[in-house]
């Protein structure tokens, strides 16, 4: 079992910056692929970015924010540069097993999930 434990959120103005972290238990992790989801009040939960050996975006968030992990601290993390009004919402991590080889953006394909974090941006 990976427990999944997500901090960093908080309340931004746009154009400001956050930085998102997500610290994993478990031996295993650098084997992991990682992922970061969002959900805004009243939507579907939406892929945001995802690491393994490679990193994919959505394309809301393409050249603003950068995933990034550190493998010794079992940890990953979200920069979330020029933050929008439009990218409030509660922000998940989440991890799946060795058998996805590459950073997928299919919440299907994600084992375990943290609680969430905050993060608003007020115009």
């Known amino acids: 079992q990976v427990q999944l434990v997500e901090s960093g959120g908080g309340l931004v103005q746009a154009g400001g910056s956050l930085r998102l972290s997500c610290a994993a238990s478990g031996r295993t992790f650098s084997s992991y692929a990682m992922g970061w989801f969002r959900q805004a009040p009243g939507k579907e939960r939406e892929f945001v970015a995802a690491?393994?050996?490679?990193?994919i975006y959505a394309d809301s968030v393409k050249g603003r924010f950068t995933i990034s992990r550190d493998n010794a601290k079992n940890t990953v993390y979200l920069q979330m540069n020029s933050l929008k009004p439009e990218d409030t919402a509660v922000y998940y991590c989440?991890?799946?097993?060795?058998?996805?080889?590459?950073?997928?953006?299919?919440?299907?394909?994600?084992?375990?999930w943290g609680q969430g974090t905050q993060v608003t941006v007020s115009s």
């Open positions: 690491i393994r050996w490679n990193e």
């Open positions: 989440a991890a799946a097993q060795d058998r996805i080889t590459i950073a997928t953006r299919r919440w299907r394909d994600y084992d375990y």
